[in-house]
């Protein structure tokens, strides 16, 4: 099993429509969470950190289940701006600071008119 | 944010060269690390450093030194350049929510 998964997408949907990533990891030991986005070549940036008790921000909500290992974000009301690639990145130890952060490969969104 | 900035942004060089890609940051963080990111492979970890004078392998390490002689500055050298390496390179720091900060990334291409 790769360390994340994601799946790749595209995920193509209409705006206003409400889109779900899920993604997966193998290391049980992950303790820190983290959604990303990334636009055509730019670097990625801090969408969401992940909470276990899950946390929402405006239209987008993350969850985390350590029972299943998977982390999943879902976006609210799809606009234009959203299309994007986004990663999911879970941590070891305490967070940024110790544990280095693996990268998925992303999920691509497409949001059209 | 403007507390990292890579340089060059754009470089292309000659197989066999050596190569410096310099990472610089304004906030004192005390990690810092650099990615490569291909297209299929994702963000993959080269080398990390947890201050000054001390960094540590990451996933793909082979054929990349790195030094930090100041806490604002993480270099990232490729001794001798060979075409696999050309890649898009991003410095990160540990930034807000202890996520990491990204800096704008150096496109480097290597014929």
């Known amino acids: 099993r790769k360390e994340v998964e994601q799946d790749p997408g595209p995920f193509n949907v209409p705006e206003g429509a409400t889109v779900a990533f899920n993604c997966t990891y193998s290391n049980s030991a992950s303790q820190s969470f983290f959604w990303y986005r990334q636009d055509c070549r730019k670097e990625p940036k801090l969408l969401m950190s992940v909470y276990s008790s899950g946390n929402e921000d405006g239209r987008f909500t993350a969850q985390l289940n350590r029972a299943s290992q998977y982390i999943s974000l879902l976006i609210r009301d799809s606009k234009l701006s959203d299309s994007a690639t986004y990663l999911c990145?879970?941590?070891?130890?305490?967070?940024?600071?110790?544990?280095?952060?693996?990268f998925g490969k992303g999920t691509k969104l497409s949001v059209k008119p | 944010d403007a507390g990292i900035t890579q340089s060059p942004r754009h470089k292309v060089t000659e197989t066999g060269t050596p190569v410096t890609l310099r990472c610089h940051q304004t906030?004192?963080?005390?990690?810092m690390y650099w990615y490569r990111q291909d297209p299929g492979h994702g963000l993959r970890l080269i080398h990390y450093s947890y201050g000054v004078k001390d960094t540590d392998k990451g996933e793909v390490s082979d054929g990349y030194s790195v030094s930090r002689s100041k806490t604002e500055d993480f270099l990232l050298t490729l001794e001798s350049a060979t075409s696999s390496q050309t890649s898009v390179y991003f410095c990160a720091t540990v930034g807000g929510s202890y996520g990491y900060t990204f800096g704008s990334g150096t496109r480097l291409t290597v014929v």
């Open positions: 906030e004192n963080h005390r990690y």
């Open positions: 990145a879970p941590g070891l130890l305490g967070g940024g600071s110790q544990g280095n952060l693996i």
